[in-house]
């Protein structure tokens, strides 16, 4: 066990003064994404691996400092900033997974992977984008859009069961936990 522990950063998303999202939806972000990312670092510390948390509770964490944070984690490390996506078109609905460069691509699509088996969501595809948390990473770094808060069904499946969050939380960490082996 010891040998195979990993070090984390989990980044949930937003916080503090920036909910997350788009204005008057329903379902915020800011506290999904903490709610996910204490869950998975709960199972992660289960399994043996170190966590670390760009911000473990209510608060503004500046972009630039959630970088910091993963560039001074230990070199084995990886990043995962975890989120929930919102669109004007309250139909879109699905799963998405970012990465940056390639060795964030592994991480994505084993994260990716495992949410789709889990909840059966449309797969909306693992996606490069130019993100800052991934861009300026010197860690493997992915980001995890884990439905659409803006969507009726995904948005109160989300918001109004733990036991799906809780589902949603084991996949992200099984992925995790896939790469770090
Ligand atoms: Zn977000």
Redesign the pocket.
């Known amino acids: 066990m010891r040998a195979r522990a990993g070090t984390v950063v989990l980044d949930a998303?937003?916080g503090g003064h920036d909910p997350?999202?788009i204005p008057r939806q329903r379902y915020q972000?800011k506290s999904a994404?903490l709610d996910i990312a204490s869950r998975v670092r709960a199972r992660l510390q289960a399994a043996g691996h170190r966590v670390i948390m760009t911000r473990s509770s209510d608060v503004f964490v500046e972009l630039s400092r959630r970088v910091s944070i993963s560039n001074r984690a230990p070199s084995g490390a990886v990043f995962v900033s975890i989120?929930?996506n919102s669109a004007p078109n309250l139909d879109a609905h699905g799963i998405e997974t970012y990465h940056y460069d390639s060795r964030g691509a592994a991480l994505a699509e084993a994260i990716h992977r495992q949410v789709l088996a889990a909840t059966r969501e449309e797969d909306r595809g693992v996606r490069r984008a130019r993100f800052y948390v991934l861009r300026y990473n010197k860690r493997p770094a992915c980001l995890a859009e884990l439905g659409f808060l803006t969507n009726a069904q995904e948005g109160a499946r989300i918001y109004r069961s733990s036991a799906y969050r809780q589902q949603l939380a084991n996949a992200v960490a099984a992925g995790i936990s896939s790469v770090l082996r």
Do not use: S
Request: proline share 0%; aromatic share 12%.
């Open positions: 998303g937003h997350g999202g972000e994404t989120h929930f």
